[in-house]
Structures are given as structure tokens and as C-alpha cells.
Nanobody, 126 residues
Framework: QVQLVETGGGLVQAGGSLRLSCAAS????????MGWFRQAPGKEREFVVA????????SYADSVKGRFTISRGMAKNTVFLQMNSLKPEDTAVYYC???????????????????WGQGTQVTVSS
């Protein structure tokens, strides 16, 4: 079983920055592909960014490309999402996700992830 704990959400003005963190705790060491999704009120959950186990491959949604950066910590089971130049349309609950099945290639499909965090609210004011 994998538990994901997200931190770092909050309220920021448009143009500002936030850094989200996600730590995966598990009983046995294993490889995890990881990603971030978000869900705004009244909308479906959407892909934001994903990263391979090694950190060597990433995939970004067009809406965040050039503004958001995903990275892995030294422990590998931790990922960070640096969000710059935030816009009001980035307002959403952000979810961290982990995949045991897809570790070499970042995946953009929610159903390919096995574990999810509880979500952290990001609110960008105009």
C-alpha cells in the first residue's frame, strides 16, 4: 500500500508562485511513476504533469508548459511541483498520483495511476 501526502497549497495572487510537494510512504521499496492532476469546481479532473521513476522523462499539459516544473527528490518517492506565473484558471484542487505499472514513461491518463493523495487546494486570485 502506498500513501501519498501533499503539502504546499494555498492562496496566491495572479503572477505569483507556489511549490507543491508529494511524499509517498510505503512499506516496501519499489519504483513509482508519479504525476499531478487537478480538478476545478464543476469540471472534470485533468492531467497537469507526470514524471518517470528516474526523473529523466516528463510530460506537461499544454496549459502549464513553461510555467510549471516537476522534479523528484533525492529519495525518489518524493515529487515537487513548482508553479510560477500562476493564473486564476489554475485554481483547483491538486492531486498527487503514483503508478506501479508505469515507471519508465510518464502517463497522462488518470486510470493508469494506482494511488492518489487527498488533494491540496490552490487558489489564484485576480
Amino acid at each position: 500500500q502506498v500513501q501519498l501526502v501533499e503539502t504546499g497549497g494555498g492562496l496566491v495572487q495572479a503572477g505569483g508562485s507556489l511549490r507543491l510537494s508529494c511524499a509517498a510512504s510505503r512499506r516496501t521499496f519499489n519504483y513509482l511513476g508519479m504525476g499531478w492532476f487537478r480538478q476545478a469546481p464543476g469540471k472534470e479532473r485533468e492531467f497537469v504533469v507526470a514524471i518517470s521513476w528516474s526523473g529523466g522523462s516528463t510530460s506537461y499539459a499544454d496549459s502549464v508548459k513553461g510555467r510549471f516544473t516537476i522534479s523528484r527528490g533525492m529519495a525518489k518517492n518524493t515529487v515537487f511541483l513548482q508553479m510560477n506565473s500562476l493564473k486564476p484558471e489554475d485554481t483547483a484542487v491538486y492531486y498527487c498520483a503514483a503508478s506501479l505499472r508505469n515507471i519508465a514513461t510518464p502517463v497522462r491518463i488518470a486510470s493508469e495511476y494506482d494511488y492518489w493523495g487527498q488533494g491540496t487546494q490552490v487558489t489564484v486570485s485576480s
